[in-house]
Each structure stands twice: as structure tokens, then as C-alpha cells.
């Protein structure tokens, strides 16, 4: 969870003028106080303590957040509880692999299905165009300027990581300064590529895959800066509260009993918090430029410290994802050259037929749409979340590859932006939904509306790289998951699980094509 700029240690000339003018105070116990100046902040809370100068150090240093108590029944819990620890295998490799899977079958028969219609499409094309592919053109057009784009985008990335390196050198301060050069930067970014992808003349399949993987150099530089930046916020935390619990002279009063009950729960949860994070690289020693270039090649969006390490390379398993990548490319190209190509061109035409015309006719192609899609909505979700991120994730050893749950399983819309992309829902939950809470003080139900207008906002800059136009399709449809998740929780729909995952799977079908339909067309 990113939060807001956390207690900063500056030195506060004007404290030093303040405590001075408070009376009532005897000279030792001010020129404790004095001393601890040095640690001074700018940050908030409420703590109820008679001793007033005390109280206002304590005030300004330790960071209190109503709407995330740390503490539970008397137990800390963490802001930023680390992920699994354990590996973890993608879902169909657990059910698919073995030979006494109960999934085995439904496994095959569906590939079996897909190379059969592949293979139909295969020879009737061949036999009309020969070897020809306007979409095979359009995949290796500027391929290598589109290659050192990407590179550039990649290595941008690393302005967050120097931002880390001056904070623990000490040159700035993240509650000071690196947040906000973080933050600016991270806006700059965001807007400079999409500018730049969209002069580019690059084809549409090109521009697309720049843009989503700027999103997710984007979502990875955010959660490493201010991952890092709350832990620092904390390792400030600590350093003050315990020199101010050495330092100070507190009297052995009901008022000041109080106080000191702070100073040591801030010790007990920064500590706690620390220690949580790591059991073997300690915060801060975890800037390191080895570190964060792991983190960059592993396939998550959300930075911890430690994430679960298998203890070799399977090269044939490796083998068998980099044959699924290129067979579902080709399979996607086929599909997509035979089906969907030729549909869409007429949909694009219909935009110079009159609109009577135009209206009457988009039922009918959308008929023919749906289903293509479908298919390619299938081996999409296949060839990024399965081969593609075990692939990665097999080369790098990184060991928790829940990368989707059983979303065809899903009841709800709610499930399903859970299960679909089980990575960006990890950055949602807690760099969005979770910061929208603590930064902002809203309740759940407002950070869940933020969060989906959130998405919806990322979603229909998508399509406006995609189609070079603003229409709010996907942006209404987005939203319209909100009634829908609330519908779904209605006792009729609760005690019918199968009808809530026929009419989820209508969605399905529908929603994807109907939205691509439209910005083809309208």
C-alpha cells in the first residue's frame, strides 16, 4: 500500500523557538527536549498527553492512521504483509500434468479442438491466398525499432531505483522530496511514452504492446519506490522513538503513562514491521542494484523484499512453454487472419454507409464476431498468464506462479477481477484500493468505486492507443460491472451458483466483442 509522505526528519528551527516559549518547564527537561529536536517532522495524529512539549514531538513523529489501527487484540499486523512464501504452481499445471487429473481430458479435448479448426483454416487459406498474411507483415513491421523502444522504456525505470540509492545515502528525503520526485516522474513517464507511441508509425499491434508493457514498467517502478519509501518511513519511526524513549525524562504520572504506551507500541510495531518483511535481507540493505534488477525480470507487479525461490531451471519445462508461446501465436495469427481480419475491415467500412444502413447490418457481423473472438480471448489468456509468465518465472526461479485462479468458475463479476489477472489485482489491492483508504480516508465502498473508475480509466487509454480515438466504451462497460457485482449478491442469485455462471459466461462471450465491435464501427 503506497501512502502519503511519512514522518520526515528535519532539523526545526521554529520547534526550537516554540519549546522555548512554553513555561512551566524546568531547564533539564527542555534542554532534553531540545536535543531530540533533530528529529522533528512534519506529519499528524492525536494522541491525548498533558505534557505538551513531549506531546508535540511525539505528535509530529510518529505517524498515526486511524483508518488502519496497528494493532489487533493486542497483536501488530502488517501495512505491507509479505505474499507467499511458499512456491506455488499455476492452477493448470497442478491439474493438467498428471495423468490421473480429473482435467486431463477436458485439457486435450480442447486443444484437440482448437488444431482441428486451426488446421480447416490452415488449408483453405493456403489454397486461396497461398502464404500471404497482412497480419503477418504488420507482426514484423519496425520489429527491431519497436525492440529498442522497448529497451529504452525498460531502462527508464531505473530513475526510481537512484531515487532509493540517494535516500540511503542520505543525499535527500523521501518524505521530503522522493516521493514527490517519484511521483512527477512517474506522470512524466506515463505521459511521454503515450505521446511517443502514438506519433510513431508503428503498426496497431506494435503500439499496443508498448503501451501495456510501459503500464507495467509503470505499476512495477511505483510499487518499488513507495514500498521502499513507506519502509522508510518506518525505519524513521524507530530511530526516533527510541532515542526518544532514552532520552527523555518521563514522570511516573497517569498522564504521562500514556505517552510512554505510545513510544513503546511505535517501537514494538515498527520493529515488528521491519522484521515482517525480511528474514534475510534486512530493510534498507535490500536497495541494492541486485536486487532490483530481479525484481524487474520476475513476472509481478508488486515489490517485496523476498519472494519464494525454486531451486533449479526445468529446461524442458522452459522448452515446453517457448513451443506453447510460438504454437498459440501462430494459432491466434491464423485465427485472426481468417476470422476476425476480414470482419473487421467490413466493420470499418460500414463507417462511410449511412447510419441506417450501418445499424441494420452490426447485429449481423457482430454474430459472426463473437465466436472468433471468443477463441482468441482463450488463447490469449493462455499464451500471457500461463506460457509466458511460467515462462518467465521458470527462468528466473521465481516460485509463486498463481498468476490466475479458476475464474470459467466465477459467479460474479467481483470473482472474476480477482481471478482473471491475479497480478494487477494484487496492484490494485494494495497500491489503489488499500492507498485510496489511508491517503485519501475513504471507506471500503468509495475505494472500491475509486478502484474500478481507476481501471476504467487505464482500460479505455487502451483503446484509445488501439483505435487512435475516445469513445468511453469500455469505460461504461467497466462501470457497469459495479450494479452488476451488487445484483449478483442478491439472495436469488446467491442460492444459484449455476445461473450466476451462465450469465457470467454470457458476459463473456459478449462483452469483448460487442466493445472491439463498436470501436471498429462507431
Partial sequence: MSVLPAPTLTKSPSEQVHLNRITNKSSNQRASLAADDEYTVQSGGLINDTNEIATQLVLKNIKINKSRPRFKEGVPRSSFAPGKKECVDSILDRYTKTDDSPFMGVFVVFWVGVFSIVFNYVVHYYLDKGFKSELGELFFRDIFKIALNDLIMYLSIYFTFFVQILVKRGWI????????????????????????IERQDYPWIGKIFLFLHSLVLLMKMHSYGFYNGYLWSIHNELKFSRGFQKKIELSQ???????????????????????????????PSNISLANF?????F?????????????????????????????????????????????????????????????????????????????????????????????????????????????????????????????????LLRHVYHSSISAFHLNKTQATLFTFLFSSVIHELTMYVLFGKFRGYIFFFQMFQLPLIYIAKLSFFKERKLLGNIQFWLGIMLGPALVASLYLTF
Fill in 173 to 196: 528525503k523521501w518524505e521530503t522530496t522522493g516521493w514527490i520526485v517519484t511521483s512527477v516522474y512517474e506522470v512524466g513517464y506515463l505521459v511521454f511514452f503515450v505521446d511517443f
Fill in 253 to 283: 504520572t497517569e498522564q504521562t503513562s500514556d505517552l510512554a504506551k505510545t513510544i513503546e507500541d511505535s517501537i514494538a510495531f515498527c520493529q515488528f514491521e521491519l522484521d515482517t518483511q525480511s528474514t534475510q535481507t534486512p530493510f
Fill in 293 to 297: 534488477f530481479s525484481y524487474t525480470m
Fill in 299 to 427: 513476472p509481478t507487479l508488486v515489490y517485496q523484499i523476498e519472494y519464494p525461490r525454486t531451486d533449479k531451471i526445468r529446461w524442458s519445462y522452459v522448452a515446453e512453454k517457448v513451443m506453447a508461446i510460438f504454437g498459440v501465436i501462430f494459432l491466434m495469427f491464423i485465427v485472426a487472419q481468417n476470422s476476425l481480419y476480414p470482419l473487421a475491415c467490413e466493420m470499418i467500412q460500414l463507417k462511410d454507409t449511412p447510419f441506417s444502413v450501418s445499424i441494420r447490418r452490426f447485429p449481423i457481423l457482430l454474430m459472426d464476431f463473437i465466436p472468433n473472438f471468443l477463441l482468441i480471448f482463450f488463447l490469449d489468456f493462455y499464451l500471457i498468464w500461463d506460457a509466458i509468465l511460467n515462462c518467465l518465472a521458470e527462468l528466473t526461479m521465481f516460485g509463486d506462479r498463481e498468476f490466475y485462479g479458476p475464474w470459467w468458475n466465477c459467479i460474479t463479476w467481483e470473482d472474476f477481477s480477482r481471478l482473471w489477472n491475479i497480478p494487477v489485482h494484487k496492484f
